[in-house]
């Protein structure tokens, strides 16, 4: 029961840190704090994505128990079962690893166009960038 609770609070809590994010992005004109509101979005549907993929009845990782390179012997369909019931889906963890590294790399990547945009018009303001061209 507590456990049902307290995940239900982390998602509301992550959700409505997304729906800040968003609207921060969104209403603020300032290039700088868009990147940051957007890095903020990014890991918090992260987190999202760990707490859908994790059990609330697991108790162990997803290591097969007993396997080993040498010796493999197939297991059984009721140990499967069993294994996949009390065990953490890796596959979401998987995703996380490979959406972080994504998002440092665009993170880099949009630092360096905000750094030319400022250089180029002075300011790191759409709104001062947008009456600047006029």
Do not use: C, W
């Amino acid at each position: 029961m507590i456990e049902t609770l307290l995940f239900y609070t982390i998602v509301l809590a992550v959700g409505a840190t997304a729906g800040v994010s968003l609207y921060g992005i969104i209403v603020k004109p300032h290039v700088v704090k868009k990147l940051v509101l957007l890095t903020v979005l990014a890991d918090a549907v992260n987190i999202l994505v760990v707490l859908f993929g994790y059990y609330l009845k697991a108790v162990s990782p997803p290591v097969y128990p007993g396997g080993s390179l040498e010796g493999f012997v197939f297991p059984f369909s009721g140990e499967l079962v069993n294994f996949s019931s009390v065990s953490v889906d890796p596959m979401p963890q998987v995703l996380i690893v490979t959406a972080i590294v994504i998002g440092l790399a665009e993170l880099i990547f949009l630092s360096l166009i905000t750094f030319k945009l400022g250089s180029l018009h002075k300011t790191l303001m759409f709104n001062r960038m947008e009456a600047e061209e006029e």
